[in-house]
């Protein structure tokens, strides 16, 4: 009984890391390795079904431009915070499919979709840059992780996201589009508004070390807020309330800033 204790301790030891810029503790049972490993089956399968626009769009280029700043940005912070490991193995690809769903979502590995849906949202550079480094800090922070080893715990100590995905190879799949929100049939929520909050704050200051103005997220946000109506988009799904996301984002704001520079 001991040794079991012991043995446990040393896991969750392991398993416990904190979380870049925040430093939230946070349990992590799945092998990143292997989250990599299926996002980018997954994100090959959806791009198989969901043709993307060419490299030609100007709507493309957009994306891929922001996105590179974005990434560079976070990897510069990143190192320089001693946690590049967050970024270990990312072969970071941004593609735009043309579907009118408000919303944007990034797999671990940094493999990133926009749908055309949210661009009239966004409207702006900027503004795009709030969601895209949202989404991109979500994968950093390992929320899916989480996502995916509480749904892990359910099938049993022990089990691994190889053993599940032989196992039972639809289940796997569908917990993991289910931890990234992909897909609005799931009808599981995204993220925690726990999560939700983090990414917030990380993706503030990802885009003001790109060069973006994070002063432009509190009104994006309430765009987002006006699109929804009775249904609001998917990616508004679990956020916090309107008064309380803009709240957390002006109290963080002067720290966002402090990496600002245009």
Same mark, same amino acid.
């Given at each position: $009984?001991?040794?079991a204790?012991?043995?446990g301790?040393?896991?969750?030891?392991?398993?416990?890391a /904190?979380?870049?810029?925040t *430093?939230?503790? !946070?349990?992590?049972?799945v092998?990143?390795?292997?989250m990599?490993?299926?996002?980018?089956? !997954?994100?090959?399968?959806f791009?198989?079904?969901?043709?993307?626009?060419?490299?030609?769009?100007?709507?493309? /280029?957009?994306?891929?431009?922001?996105? %590179?700043?974005l990434?560079?940005s976070?990897t510069?912070?990143?190192?320089?915070? /001693?946690?590049?490991?967050?970024?270990?193995?990312?072969? =970071? %690809?941004?593609?735009?499919?043309?579907?009118?769903t408000?919303n944007? =979502?990034?797999?671990?590995?940094g493999k990133v979709?926009?749908?055309t849906g949210?661009?009239?949202?966004?409207?702006d550079?900027?503004?795009?840059?709030v969601?895209?480094?949202?989404?991109?800090a979500?994968a950093i922070?390992?929320?899916?992780?989480?996502?995916m080893?509480?749904?892990?715990a359910? !099938?049993?100590?022990?089990?691994?996201?190889?053993?599940?995905?032989?196992q039972?190879? *639809?289940?796997?799949?569908?917990l993991f $589009? !289910?931890?990234?929100?992909?897909?609005?049939q799931?009808?599981?929520?995204?993220?925690?508004r /726990?999560h939700?909050s #983090?990414?917030?704050?990380?993706?503030?200051?990802?885009?003001? $070390?790109?060069?973006?103005d994070?002063?432009?997220?509190?009104?994006? =946000?309430?765009r987002?807020?006006?699109q929804? *109506?009775?249904?609001?988009?998917?990616?508004?799904s679990?956020h916090?309330?309107?008064?309380?996301r803009?709240?957390?984002?002006?109290?963080?704001?002067? #720290?966002?800033l402090?990496?600002?520079?245009?």
């Amino acid at each position: $009984m001991k040794v079991a204790l012991v043995l446990g301790a040393i896991v969750l030891l392991h398993a416990c890391a /904190k979380v870049p810029i925040t *430093g939230r503790r !946070q349990l992590n049972l799945v092998n990143e390795g292997e989250m990599m490993g299926m996002a980018l089956t !997954q994100y090959q399968q959806f791009l198989g079904e969901n043709a993307p626009l060419p490299a030609s769009d100007a709507r493309v /280029k957009m994306v891929r431009g922001i996105g %590179e700043r974005l990434a560079a940005s976070a990897t510069k912070y990143l190192n320089e915070n /001693k946690a590049g490991d967050r970024v270990a193995g990312f072969q =970071w %690809e941004f593609n735009v499919v043309n579907d009118n769903t408000v919303n944007a =979502w990034c797999m671990p590995g940094g493999k990133v979709v926009v749908y055309t849906g949210i661009l009239p949202v966004t409207q702006d550079e900027a503004s795009l840059a709030v969601v895209m480094g949202h989404e991109i800090a979500h994968a950093i922070a390992r929320h899916g992780n989480e996502r995916m080893s509480q749904g892990m715990a359910v !099938q049993g100590a022990g089990m691994t996201l190889e053993v599940l995905a032989a196992q039972k190879p *639809g289940y796997a799949s569908d917990l993991f $589009m !289910q931890s990234y929100g992909i897909g609005s049939q799931l009808g599981m929520l995204a993220y925690s508004r /726990k999560h939700e909050s #983090e990414a917030d704050k990380m993706g503030l200051v990802f885009m003001a $070390m790109a060069g973006y103005d994070p002063r432009v997220a509190p009104k994006f =946000w309430e765009r987002m807020s006006a699109q929804g *109506g009775a249904a609001p988009p998917e990616l508004l799904s679990t956020h916090p309330s309107d008064e309380t996301r803009i709240r957390d984002l002006e109290a963080y704001m002067p #720290e966002a800033l402090k990496y600002y520079k245009p």
